[in-house]
């Protein structure tokens, strides 16, 4: 063995130190390039407990089958009061739970919003100084009603919600109606021309579109991702194709059900390119749900954050929140905006990558840089850096530009801890003072510790 190795041909494995196999290159010495990381910092231990676990390999297939088999299906356009079961003084917000005291600024201006629409306040400094007093008010996680809100994500009794429901399982799910961009209610605006398009969205948006899906029967979300996805759309910051599909399926019968005001709801919806990301939203949270509850998974079945919190939770922990500080986005920014004027990552849309859509599809919409910043090889590689992290590739959600290989999908805490590589995020930014509204978009890392939390978590149970 001693002499084949000094005049045999040298067999190389380089590990790690790129610039010594880049050495080895340059002198035609053949080798075998491992890619191999070290797990993110003190999880050694957990990581071995999880992976030993007897149960996990079956309990992830039957997680990540679960989320994959789903068949969201938009069902109805209701009133928050009537499906959630809210009433005045109670809402709903994005993120894991957070106080009054900790909110974040784009958070509470969404509420003092809310409380103004509501009319449970005149003015907004009103608003602010009950919200903070806490009487009469419930604040709660959109998450824990079946429900999730892009951004602030705040929602009231009054607002019209869609009803998405999995054809499959038969769970459901509800987010908002799409208010478009800029100084919208979501992003933690709250002037008088946000008021009265709430209003309008609540007297003649919800009630069209809710007589208009009545005639037309449910749309299958499913497909209209699916095709979206073939035509561009990355479903989280980028919505254009997946839009103009459904105004395609339902404008017919918006016109039917009603004639003398089909023309404002269509020219509403065709001014804001991000109309489907709601639906899309709670599309995926109905796919998710389905894979909740299954002991021994670690499979990621919700990210989410509320301007000062980022949090997730995992199939085979239940209901808990695991969490770190949300971080602020690297992007592009609107007009004279920069850094200094964004907020702390914020929303839930984010479910959007745990269904292996937004950030986690990227290669789908090149185009997306230019709202994101980056390159396209930067979308690419976003996506295909995934598949490191997911369990498996969804059968319906295709990239033609990776030869219709299928979105990755599935995060694996222990894929995350194993290979140190954090879930991509694409979202847009909000500004951190009250009132300001939208100020840009971009690229943003969850915080390591509430993937290290969750993996202790499954090493305990």
């Known amino acids: ?28 010495v053949p080798r075998c390039e491992v890619d191999w990381r070290p797990p993110l910092p003190g999880t050694a231990a957990a990581l071995a407990r999880v992976l030993a676990d007897p149960r996990r390999e079956g309990a992830n297939a039957t997680a990540v089958g679960r989320m994959l088999a789903a068949r969201p299906m938009l069902t109805g356009v209701r009133p928050a009061h009537a499906v959630l079961g809210l009433r005045a003084g109670e ?21 003092a919003g809310a409380m103004l629409f509501e009319g449970l306040a005149a003015t907004p400094e009103e608003a602010e100084d009950r919200l903070a007093s806490g009487e009469g008010i419930r604040l709660d996680s959109c998450h824990h009603h079946r429900t999730v809100g892009p951004m602030a994500g705040v929602v009231s009794p009054s607002m019209w919600m869609l009803e998405v429901t999995d054809a499959e399982h038969g769970g459901t799910a509800y987010c908002s109606l799409n208010e478009g961009l800029g100084k919208v209610l979501r992003y933690g605006a709250y002037g008088p021309e946000v008021i009265e398009r709430l209003r309008w969205m609540g007297e003649v948006l919800g009630p069209v579109l809710a007589a208009a899906l009545e005639r037309c029967g449910p749309l299958d979300l499913r497909t209209l991702i699916a095709q979206a996805l073939q035509m561009g759309d990355e479903l989280h910051n980028r919505n254009r194709a997946a839009t103009s599909l459904l105004v395609r399926e339902i404008a017919p019968a918006i016109v039917e059900a009603a ?159 194993r290979t140190g590589s954090l879930p991509v995020v694409n979202t847009g930014i909000a500004g951190r003072i009250a009132g300001t509204g939208q100020v840009g978009a971009g690229l943003v890392s969850p915080p390591a510790e509430a993937f290290t939390a969750a993996l202790d978590a499954l090493a305990d149970a």
């Open 91 to 111: 809402f709903f917000h994005a993120g894991p739970p957070i106080t009054w005291e900790r909110a974040s600024g784009p958070m509470r201006g969404a509420l």
């Open 1 to 28: 063995m001693t002499l084949s190795m000094l005049y045999g041909e040298p067999r190389v494995v380089t590990v790690g130190a790129q610039v010594l196999g880049e050495a080895l290159e340059r002198q035609a």
């Open 259 to 417: 004639p003398d005001r089909a023309a404002e709801v269509l020219r509403f919806i065709n001014g804001n390119d991000h109309f489907f990301l709601n639906a899309g939203m709670a599309a995926a949270k109905v796919s998710a749900d389905a894979a909740r509850g299954v002991p021994g998974s670690s499979l990621v079945v919700a990210m989410a954050r509320n301007g000062t919190d980022f949090g997730i939770q995992v199939s085979g922990l239940g209901d808990r929140w695991f969490t770190g500080p949300a971080g602020v986005p690297d992007g592009l920014y609107l007009g004279g905006y920069g850094p200094d004027d964004a907020n702390p990552d914020i929303g839930d849309s984010t479910i959007t990558e745990t269904a292996g859509l937004g950030g986690f599809a990227m290669a789908a919409a090149p185009a997306i840089v230019r709202f994101v910043g980056g390159e396209v090889s930067d979308a690419v590689a976003a996506t295909t850096s995934m598949y490191e992290i997911t369990m498996a590739e969804h059968p319906a959600y295709q990239i033609p530009g990776l030869g219709f290989r299928g979105t990755p999908a599935g995060i694996d805490v222990a894929l995350v801890a």
